[in-house]
């Protein structure tokens, strides 16, 4: 249920709604907008539809909500969730970029790669330091070395550092040097880890599952909501159809669904989500053009040498011009590389 309060709800009337709900055994969630305040509850069903909270001062009205999820949709908040890391929004009218190797290689191959994102005007250095890779034999990462190079890149270059934690165990490690924590696509479903990394205070960026639903996706977001972190960002990395000239299919129709029904801002991945970098590209101005509220995308200073997905990175040549593109179309959507 959600309950609307009054345009000129005192503070103390708030606090009563809340202080019921809480006392009950309920949950609730506060967002506060630009003309009301609405409270988000959650909890039993039957304790809900008892409760005689529109006879309380200060309150509007209350609203059932059918969907599953609850705290991402447009009824809990009706305006676009803006999130800042560390000064660095993420939605509203800026385009966020990130960008970097899939994988933390070397300290020698990161510093490289940081600076030429950094110099081609991207905001957030992204790096695997832990890989969950589908063969056993495959490379997994460097772990907690590859954290402390990203940390060094960090420092040198002024970046934002968003990177993959793998599970529940990692979670404080990883939140120690990144600025932004990754759930990739294989942990989308990963519950005890979404409720972890709801539990810190930290931002997250949640990748859409390999065949995940729009409606599953949400309810992983949902997951990391409902333990108190709103700081949350999607991100459509393709989904599994069975197109096979593609890594993935990239859906950039789930960019505009997502923002019709959710409030939460919304990242493509071009590179995972075509597998090819002749793709990221074009795809990367589609994703502007659709309404995203930015990029991700893989570059290596040597994609040919790369330990992993080097066939959909980019040189720092062809990220240079995605990025001049992306400026051009973002100033038509009315967004802003900064």
């Known amino acids: 249920m959600i309950i609307v309060m009054n345009q000129n709800a005192t503070q103390e009337e708030i606090k009563k709604v809340i202080d019921k709900l809480t006392n009950t055994g309920l949950k609730a969630h506060v967002s506060e ?51 800042d890391v560390g000064g660095v929004q993420i939605g509203g009218r800026q385009l966020t970029v990130m960008a970097g190797p899939c994988a933390v290689e070397s300290r020698e191959q990161l510093l490289e790669s940081a600076h030429i994102v950094k110099a081609a005007g991207a905001q957030f250095l992204r790096g695997g330091a832990y890989k969950p890779r589908t063969s056993p034999y495959a490379f997994q990462g460097l772990e907690k070395q590859g954290l402390e190079f990203l940390a060094e890149a960090r420092e040198k270059t002024g970046l934002k550092i968003v990177t993959e934690v793998v599970d529940v165990e990692s979670v404080a490690t990883v939140s120690a040097y990144a600025d932004m924590l990754q759930i990739g696509a294989r942990n989308m479903q990963n519950f005890q880890l979404l409720k972890a990394v709801g539990r810190t205070n930290k931002p997250v960026l949640l990748k859409r599952g390999l065949a995940a639903t729009i409606n599953e996706w949400l309810n992983a977001a949902e997951y990391i909501m409902s333990e108190g972190n709103y700081n949350v960002a999607l991100c459509e990395r393709g989904i599994r159809t069975f197109e096979d000239y593609t890594r993935n299919t990239l859906d950039l129709s789930a960019v505009a669904a997502v923002k019709s029904i959710s409030h939460l801002p919304i990242i493509v991945d071009p590179s995972h989500g075509t597998g090819k970098w002749k793709l990221v590209r074009p795809m990367s101005r589609a994703a502007i053009a659709g309404g995203a509220d930015g990029l991700m995308i893989e570059v290596h200073p040597d994609p040919s040498r790369a330990l992993s997905d080097g066939k959909q990175s980019l040189t720092p040549e062809n990220f240079s011009l995605v990025m001049q593109e992306v400026a051009q179309i973002g100033a038509v959507v009315g967004k802003s590389l900064l």
């Open 33 to 83: 907008g630009s003309t009301r305040t609405i409270i988000g509850v959650i909890g039993d069903k039957k304790v809900i539809a008892e409760l005689p909270v529109e006879a309380m001062a200060g309150v509007e009205k209350t609203v059932s909500v059918t969907e599953s999820y609850k705290l991402v949709g447009r009824d809990f908040k009706q305006e676009d969730t803006i999130i």
